[in-house]
């Protein structure tokens, strides 16, 4: 009798401890796109990448406060010929105090949050500059813009590039500050994000043996090998509510 206690008990701590992990799971995060152009091993690329987030319970996804995406194993940066922005230019003027050979991407997406009952979408883009070019220190600036319904202008802490867990390689870490929109409204949201990231079509001159002469900037080189499969890749979300979810993707190796 008693045992059979026990494992009675045991069932029922087991289904509250699943039903809690179930309620607690709130957001989902879906990666709809993610690859490199062009996808020819060994050579300067773009990665694009896409993702939807929803939520299980409500209308408005908990706003997003941080987020690690991380690339395939084996890429690499060649950032010789690069600028970096100034944070506190780009937040007094714009993105055009950043000098053109500084900017590392774009991106955007639709954000969505509540005024009262009411919801309120609202697209917004992102312009990346390299903050820091340096090997071992390069983090990315993020300039997010709304336009409409409500003018929205914010540049986010630099985001450092960082080394990915395995099976992954490097990778940028972002942290997303809150986004107040209006005073009576809710903390912004994102339904889906999208981002194009590279420097390889930058161009600069270099002397070489006395005569000036362009190159163009690496930027992301792609490995000069694919392993069977795919390369994997990630974005890791963490939400205000708490919940950190990882949406994962395998990218198909370039056609030899």
């Known amino acids: 009798m008693i045992a059979g206690a026990r494992f009675v008990a045991a069932m029922l701590c087991g289904t509250f401890l699943a039903f809690a992990a179930t309620a607690r799971a709130e957001q989902t995060v879906s990666i709809t796109a993610a690859g490199f152009s062009p996808d020819k091993l060994g ?43 100034v944070k506190e230019s780009l937040e007094r003027v714009g993105p055009q105090a950043c000098p053109a050979n500084s900017k590392a991407g774009f991106g955007g997406g639709q954000g969505i949050y509540m005024i009262g ?51 992954y390689g490097l990778g940028f870490s972002v942290e997303v500050p809150e986004i107040k929109v209006l005073p009576e409204a809710s903390n912004a949201s994102a339904k889906s994000a999208f981002l194009s990231l590279g420097a390889h079509n930058v161009a600069y001159y270099r002397t070489v043996q006395g005569k000036r002469k362009l190159f163009h900037v690496k930027g992301i080189v792609l490995p000069k090998s694919c392993p069977r499969g795919g390369w994997p890749v990630a974005s890791q979300f963490t939400f205000e509510d708490g919940q950190t979810v990882m949406a994962k993707r395998t990218v198909a190796c370039p056609k030899k």
């Open 43 to 85: 050579i300067p690329t773009n990665v694009f990448g896409s993702a939807t987030i929803t939520s299980t319970t409500g209308p408005v996804p908990s706003p997003i406060r941080h987020v690690n995406v991380y690339g395939p194993a084996g890429v690499t940066l060649d950032l010789r010929g690069s600028g970096v922005c």
């Open 117 to 167: 009952k009411e919801l309120v979408e609202e697209e917004y883009t992102l312009d990346f500059f390299l903050a820091d070019n340096r090997p071992g220190h390069v983090a990315l600036l993020i300039y997010l813009m709304g336009s409409k319904p409500v003018a929205v202008e914010m540049v986010f802490p630099p985001a450092p590039v960082i080394q990915g867990p395995k099976p």
